[in-house]
């Protein structure tokens, strides 16, 4: 038999605390609304981005977005058209897309201004894939700095 003389592991204390809440909100209450809040905030937590919006992009479902660090009202108005078209054109929900993706269009550009983050935004925007592959949606992260 081998031995292995691995470092033992360690964890800062804030991964300990951001994956003690992942086990409490994916094993807590089965409230559909208060796990993507929770996703929101950990994202946001996990990244440092200023603005963190999870937006439900199916078809045939009522629009459905959680935000922190913007009005939802915003991603609602600016950032969503943004998105819609930037994934419609292609190649696919699969994809992730960066800054000079999205700051082509007029919108997008808006919704940065209105969410206090100005011309030089950071942004990424992840795919949000069910079991079966099927896109449900994206979450967008914002922020200042070099794009």
Known sequence: MQETSAAPLTVEPVALDLL??????????????????????AVQTATGAAVVAYMDLRRGT???TTSVGVDATDVERFARPAMRTLLDAGPGYEVVRRSDDLLGDPRYVSFSHRAGLGDDVASLVVPVLAADALPHGVILLAGPGPR
Not at 21 to 33: L, R
């Open 20 to 41: 003690t809440s992942a086990a409490a909100a994916v094993h807590g209450s089965t409230d559909v609304e208060a796990k993507v809040t929770w996703v929101v905030e």
């Open 62 to 64: 009522s629009p459905a």
